[in-house]
């Protein structure tokens, strides 16, 4: 259970305010719009896209060792960071 605890809050955290979340709550301020509709769409959408994300990486970790994924996620993430840094 610790594992997916970790994967809970890993998750929790990186969604917490980006842009996602932003147009969620853009999307909730439509007085036109139900907000459970807007939480089952915005839910569904997450659910796919976590869907595409383990699936792809069960293919990928059938040709590549985790560790080495896990190392090009932490590069990626440096990189995205370092180029933040330098943009902003």
């Not at 007085?31 to 990928?60: C, E, K, Q, Y």
């Not at 560790?67 to 990626?76: F, I, K, N, V």
Request: a positive charge.
């Amino acid at each position: 259970m610790k594992a997916y605890a970790v994967v809970f809050l890993s998750v929790l955290l990186a969604e917490l305010g980006d842009k996602t979340q932003l147009a969620t709550m853009l999307f909730a301020t439509d007085p036109t719009l139900s907000r459970w509709g807007v939480l089952a769409a915005a839910a569904g959408a997450l659910l796919a896209s976590t869907a595409i994300a383990v699936a792809a990486a069960s293919m990928l970790g059938t040709w590549v060792q985790g560790r080495h994924l896990r190392l090009a996620a932490a590069l990626g993430f440096i990189a995205i960071g370092g180029w933040m840094l330098v943009r902003g």
